[in-house]
């Protein structure tokens, strides 16, 4: 008897769940959103897709290529700028852009996407140097450009939508790129308090495994490789080359197992700009849903068991 008032009440918990979240904003032609990375993958897809929506998409772009790439896509409303969100003159010069744009509206979304994902490597492979060059980008860069837009996000009682990754619940290779995802989900969730006073939300993004350059194999192997080569012989010998070649194949494997359909992901972007009552966190993709995120709820030692069990052995391990 028991079981069934537990299934009812979570039939009921859900039920009650689906209809508050498929409540979506109206006037949505009137709402201004930038997104940052706009070149390819999930930023790229986004601006399109909110621009059929019929929101007016400002879109950051790295390359003037990937700008006029974009345009030609899409409405004559989506405008692009170029920007680099490593660099501080670039980012205020995109504000006073967007500034102008949005006029008394103020801006109403802002997509924090812009990322990279190399070098990735063993830890004790890389230079401080590595770290700091992912971290600029996908976690200071992105709080550059959050800060410089608060102003106008305040002004609409707008969203932030902020891509980390499930990488930022759970760590499992070297590199820059889980501590700046870790470092996304501490940003948003200090800011999401700050902000709520103002009527500003905060949204996290963490997604499994897609196809998109971040997860690219030839950007991956040649990471991989330039970092191997320029190893001192000692390292090479504590860790050896079926190691190093184990690496390269787990890169293979990955790259055939990411999903391709990007749009779980930009919809779940879309859901947090659009909907009456966003959710704090998405975690689009399967890989994510039913292995990392539980995962990431276990005991430390059941994690590691599980990603020891997938990592290859180095040549001098005890
Ligand atoms: C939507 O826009 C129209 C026209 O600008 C305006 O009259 C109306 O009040 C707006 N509705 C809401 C809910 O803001
Ligand atoms: C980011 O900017 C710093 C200087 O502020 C520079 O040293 C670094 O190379 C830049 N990183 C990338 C990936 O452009
Ligand atoms: C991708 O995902 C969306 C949203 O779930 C779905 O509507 C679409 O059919 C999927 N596309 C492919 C090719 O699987």
Redesign the pocket.
């Known amino acids: 008897m028991w079981l069934f008032y537990v299934v009812a009440l979570l039939g009921f918990y859900f039920l009650l769940r689906w209809y508050r979240e498929k409540q979506i904003l109206t006037n949505l032609t009137e709402k201004y959103v930038f997104i940052t990375g706009c070149d390819s993958g999930f930023g790229n897809l986004l601006a399109k897709q909110l621009d059929v929506k019929g929101l007016r998409v400002l879109a950051g772009c790295l390359s003037q290529q990937g700008a006029e790439k974009l345009k030609e896509a899409t409405s004559e409303r989506l405008q692009t700028i170029l920007l680099d969100v490593?660099?501080t003159e670039s980012v205020n010069k995109a504000m006073e852009w967007v500034k102008a744009q949005v006029g008394d509206k103020g801006l109403w979304g802002l997509v924090n996407n812009a990322g990279?994902s190399t070098p990735t490597a063993p830890n004790e492979w890389l230079t401080k140097e590595d770290f700091k060059?992912i971290i600029?980008?996908n976690l200071l860069g992105l709080i550059d450009v959050t800060i410089h837009m608060l102003p106008l996000l305040r002004q609409a009682k707008g969203r932030v939508v902020n891509v980390a990754s499930i990488m930022g619940r759970l760590s499992f290779f070297g590199g820059g790129y889980c501590p700046s995802k870790y470092g996304v989900e501490s940003f948003s969730d200090s800011l999401r308090i700050e902000v709520s006073n103002f009527g500003v939300k905060v949204c996290v993004i963490e997604p499994g495994y897609f196809r998109t350059a971040i997860t690219n194999d030839k950007n991956l192997h040649n990471n991989f490789r330039s970092v191997w080569e320029r190893l001192p012989k000692e390292i090479k010998q504590v860790y050896g080359v079926s190691y190093y070649e184990k690496m390269l194949k787990g890169v293979n494997e990955m790259q055939a197992n990411c999903s391709p359909n990007l749009s779980l992901v930009t919809n779940c972007m879309e859901h947090a700009l659009t909907a009456v009552h966003p959710r704090f966190r998405y975690s689009p993709g399967w890989d994510a849903k039913l292995f990392y995120l539980p995962l990431s709820y276990m005991p430390t030692y059941v994690s590691d068991l599980v990603f020891l069990k997938t990592y290859p052995k180095p040549e001098q391990a005890i």
């Open positions: 490593n660099n990279i060059k600029d980008i």
